[in-house]
């Protein structure tokens, strides 16, 4: 992971020192500075712990050089929504291009975009409710516990590979199944 950017699930495990503010400044520089790659970062964290570090989360979010950042999300959501932009941190060139030059998307038409983020729900529905969070419904297939998520990707890889608007009543059918 240190030295190939994956267009794929990948688990790498590394340990980075301190607690609270001070490991999220040192797991921002070590993303920045070690992992090869600019184009999304996934972030997850408690909604409480976003409010106890305050500007700093915000401000560490900040510091971050990558095109997509997602927040309790999948960086794919940047993708998925038009009006964002969607590419490599700026500032790569021809001699270290790593996750490429340029954007797509920007339906917004966003002069120079640097960075998309999204942000999604720390806990699924019905739990999110519990604790004051705001949820999709229903749960969205990136979730681990998403149990329809096979069965909606499969009616959405269908509907990719020939869209139908006949076929959007059996998506949203798998994907509220509970």
């Known amino acids: 992971m240190f030295t190939t950017e994956y267009f794929s ?25 070690e992992l090869v790659g600019t184009l999304g970062a996934n972030l997850i964290a408690e909604p409480k712990v976003i409010r106890q570090l305050g500007t700093g989360f915000l401000e560490s979010i900040a510091c971050l050089r990558y095109g997509t950042i997602a927040i309790n999300a999948w960086t794919g959501l940047g993708f998925l929504t038009a009006t964002a932009s969607w590419g490599a941190f700026p500032g790569a060139t021809i001699d270290n291009v790593q996750s490429g030059i340029g954007t797509v998307h920007n339906a917004l038409l966003i002069d120079r975009p640097e960075r998309t983020i999204v942000r999604g729900p ?4 019905p739990r999110s409710f519990s604790h004051g969070e705001f949820t999709l419904f229903p749960k969205p297939p990136w979730f681990v516990q998403a149990r329809s998520a ?6 959405l890889a269908g509907f990719a590979a020939k869209p139908s608007w006949l076929k959007m009543p059996a998506i949203f059918l798998a994907a509220f199944r509970a």
């Open 150 to 155: 096979t069965m909606t990707g499969r009616r």
């Open 9 to 33: 699930p990948v688990l790498g495990v590394v340990e980075v020192p301190g607690t609270g503010q001070a490991f999220l400044d040192a797991a921002v520089t070590l993303a920045n500075d």
């Open 122 to 125: 720390f806990r699924p529905f």
